[in-house]
């Protein structure tokens, strides 16, 4: 995060607007730090569904500009806009552009007020992101769960303690993709339908975190008024044996739909290795075999969504494979290659993906990725076969 040398006019009436009095437009911009991102992304999915082809080619775009404004020594003045289409809304833009070339759109999402007169403590109020690990806050590319309400954090040396209530939330009219339990904006589990998520329900959330000894442990529960309550519990570490560097993980997640009989429960467990140029990761995953959903972003922490195409994330009785190998060959240049199998019980579907990827950092925060292989979908009826490809640019700063 930089200061803020320069603006459109558009930004620099934006801070000034947050200004507690009224003052010359040199001051009101002049302790105000931008951060963000700019992503550009094109998916090329060449399919075919029993021996018929569906290929489809799709534009992606987005833009996430931070702002944050020192209001005084004890609070802060933080905004995010958005541009980009289907933000949190229509399934069928989501960001995307697959026909003519089109416009997006600039939103509002976070408007909000940080206090820290407290010591160790720090008070957020209004419209932010919902930063737990069943959301996805903030994303490059993808849809952003957000709230409006009060969260609070707190530390004791090693501990950290958290605590949120939220009265409207935009869970209501994310994309199904994005949301398991959200299906045109009611819950739908194995065709039962739910309460509809209309977003005006009330959140809470509790939450812990104990970061001691290279060893981060952490454990939440969210209740969603009227709709679910979860708990999610977390292991992870860091550590070196000789000259191998090894990062372990662990997380169990419980879900209960309050008018469906169906309880959603998901576990995995993966080692990360890096051992000089050469890194390597082994993941398992699986889920209830009443239910997977565990997560209201198919990204999130309590989902399991490693790698591309193939996601354990809201699926029934079935268990995932990630195993993955790269090389850093060059300090700029990265080249991986990632399998992911995943079998489904309740369907009787197989799903497998290999495809190799690699990235180009051109500078701290300038970097591209080029991704190309093969998806297969084994199921009753007409198989799916699918040779996939991606470019990805993104800026920060």
Known sequence: MKKFAKMSLVA?????????SAQPLAEAIKNVDVSGTVAYRYNDYEET???????????????????????????????RF??????????ASLDTHTGADGQVDVTLSEVNFTYTGLANTAITIGKQGLATPFTVHRDAMGNEQTGTGILAQTNFGPVTLAGAYFNQTNLGTL???????????????DGVAGKDI???????????????????????????QDVFDAYTIGLAA??????????????????????VSTDNKLWKVGMRAQMGIFGAHLGYGKTDKEGGVTDLDGSAETGYDEHWRVTLSGQTDSDVIYASVNAQ?????NISLNYSDLDNDSNDTQE???????KYDMSKNFYTFVRFGQYEVDQTGDDIDSTIGRVHVQYSF
């Open 49 to 79: 569904t029993g021996g018929l082809d569906n290929s489809s080619s799709t534009n992606n775009y987005k833009i996430a500009l931070n702002l944050k404004s020192k209001v005084n020594e004890d609070i802060t003045a933080n905004t």
């Open 82 to 91: 958005i541009i980009g289409s289907g933000l949190g809304g229509d399934a």
């Open 12 to 20: 620099a009436l934006a801070v000034a607007g947050t200004a507690a």
């Open 238 to 259: 860091s550590y070196n044996i000789s000259d191998v560097k090894l990062a372990p993980y662990a997380r169990y997640t419980s879900l209960d739909l309050d008018e």
């Open 198 to 224: 209309n977003g005006d329900e009330n959140v809470i959330v509790a939450g812990a975190i104990l970061n001691i000894a290279g060893i981060t442990a952490d454990a939440w529960y969210v209740d969603l």
């Open 329 to 333: 060959v060059l300090p700029s240049l």
């Open 175 to 189: 994309n199904a993709n994005n949301n398991p339990l959200d299906i045109s904006g009611s819950i739908n589990v």
């Open 352 to 358: 497998t993906e290999i495809y190799t990827q690699v």
